[in-house]
C-alpha cells in the first residue's frame, strides 16, 4: 500500500504561481511512476505531467513551458512548480503514483483556483 498526501493548494491571481507537494508512505520502495492529475468540475480528469523513477518526464500540452514537475526519490515526494497560470487551470489536483505490481494509488486532492 502507499499513501499519499498532497498540500500546496490555493487561491492565486492570473500570471501568478503555486507549488504543490506530495509526499508518499508506505511501500514507496515498489513505485515507479509518480505524476500529477486534475479535474476541473464537470470535466474527466486528466494528465497534468509524470515523472519516472529515472526522472524522465512528459507534460500535457496545457502545462508545457509553464509547469515542471520535479522528485526526490530519496524522501518520496513529488512536486509540481506551476508558473503563468490561467483561469482554466482552476481545478483539484491529485497526485498519483504507480507501483511496479502495477498498483495505482491517488492523494486526496487539492484545490487550486486561478482568478481572472
Known amino acids: 500500500q502507499v499513501q499519499l498526501v498532497e498540500s500546496g493548494g490555493g487561491l492565486v491571481q492570473a500570471g501568478g504561481s503555486l507549488r504543490l507537494s506530495c509526499a508518499a508512505s508506505g511501500s514507496t520502495f515498489s513505485i515507479n511512476n509518480m505524476g500529477w492529475y486534475r479535474q476541473a468540475p464537470g470535466r474527466q480528469r486528466e494528465l497534468v505531467a509524470t515523472?519516472?523513477?529515472?526522472?524522465?518526464?512528459n507534460y500535457a500540452d496545457s502545462a508545457k513551458g509553464r509547469f515542471t514537475i520535479s522528485r526526490d526519490n530519496a524522501k518520496n515526494t513529488v512536486s509540481l512548480q506551476m508558473n503563468s497560470l490561467k483561469p482554466e487551470d482552476t481545478a483539484v489536483y491529485y497526485c498519483?503514483?504507480?507501483?511496479?505490481?502495477?498498483?495505482?494509488?491517488w492523494g486526496q486532492g487539492t484545490q487550486v483556483t486561478v482568478s481572472s
Open positions: 515523472i519516472t523513477r529515472s526522472l524522465a518526464t
Open positions: 498519483n503514483a504507480v507501483t511496479i505490481w502495477p498498483n495505482s494509488y
